[in-house]
């Protein structure tokens, strides 16, 4: 089992940057496949990013691809998501998960844990 824990959320202006950083607990976070989601108010939650446990592989949705960056430090149990050139669109709760699949699924049904999530609201 592992717990998660988003931060690095808030409010920027469009254009800016942030990370994200969801710190894990437990042994095990390197043996997780990991994905970062989204949320906005009345819609789905949808995929952004997913590496592989070794972080070998990443994985992007054609909505960031370019502007988001995924990255993990398994001797530190953290999970990153670097955001570059925001914009409006983005503003949305942030969420990061795990799965015991081998790869990142884009189904958020397919991930065992998560975080509590983190606000981003971009400005413009």
């Known amino acids: 089992q592992v717990q998660l824990v988003e931060s690095g959320g808030g409010l920027v202006q469009a254009g800016g940057s942030l990370r994200l950083s969801c710190a894990a607990s437990?042994?095990?976070?390197?043996?997780?496949?990991m994905g970062w989601f989204r949320q906005a108010p009345g819609k789905e939650r949808e995929f952004l990013a997913g590496?592989?446990?070794?972080?070998?592989?990443?994985y992007y949705s054609d909505s960031v691809k370019g502007r988001f960056t995924i990255s993990r430090d398994n001797a530190k149990n953290t999970l990153y998501l670097r955001m570059d050139s925001l914009k409006p669109e983005d503003t949305a709760v942030y969420y990061c998960?795990?799965?015991?699949?081998?790869?990142?699924?884009?189904?958020?049904?397919?991930?065992?844990?998560w975080g509590q999530g983190t606000q981003v609201t971009v400005s413009s």
């Open positions: 437990g042994r095990t976070f390197s043996s997780y496949t």
């Open positions: 590496i592989t446990w070794s972080a070998g592989s990443t």
């Open positions: 998960a795990a799965t015991t699949l081998w790869y990142p699924p884009t189904n958020w049904r397919q991930y065992n844990y």
